[in-house]
Each structure stands twice: as structure tokens, then as C-alpha cells.
């Protein structure tokens, strides 16, 4: 093999190896994106779960007051009716 023809062979590579490289550099780039649009995702997920996660949380809350208070309400009937019974 001639030393031209060497040469000639060692630029193509080059210019293959330039070319790989530039694919690499825009598939990470497109990974990146990728992987920034994901976690954004995920960020407003979780701030979409944790919001409707305080919400069913007041809800509870509220309904666990109603039943207290329906509860004792009940009670109260039970004794008026205890005490109705007993003056008989």
C-alpha cells in the first residue's frame, strides 16, 4: 500500500469518525430533551397528586366532623328517649 493511498484511507476514517461523532452529539441532545420533558412531567404529576391528595384530605376531615356530630346527635335522641322511657 502506497503512503498516499494511506493517507487517503486514514482521512476517510476521519471524516467517518467526525460524522459518528456528530450523531452522538444530537442523539444526546435529543436524550436531554427527552429526559427534561420527563422530569417536567413528573413535577407537575406530583404537584397535581399532592394537590388532589390535600383536597381528598379536607374532604375526610369534613366528613368525619359530620359523623361526629351526627353521631352525637344519636346519642342525645337515645338519652332524651332513655329519659322519656324512665319518667313512664
Given amino acids: 500500500m502506497g503512503y498516499e493511498q494511506e ?3 486514514l482521512r476517510r476514517r476521519v471524516k467517518e469518525l467526525e460524522k459518528q461523532v456528530e450523531q452522538l452529539r444530537v442523539s444526546r441532545r435529543v436524550l436531554m430533551n427527552l429526559i427534561e420533558r420527563m422530569e417536567e412531567e413528573k413535577k407537575n404529576s406530583v404537584s397535581r397528586l399532592e394537590k388532589e391528595n390535600k383536597k381528598l384530605q379536607m374532604d ?4 368525619a366532623k ?15 328517649q332513655r329519659s322519656l322511657m324512665e319518667e313512664l
Fill in 7 to 9: 493517507i487517503w484511507l
Fill in 66 to 80: 359530620r359523623l361526629m356530630k351526627y353521631n352525637s346527635y344519636l346519642v342525645e335522641l337515645k338519652d332524651e
Fill in 60 to 63: 375526610n376531615r369534613r366528613y
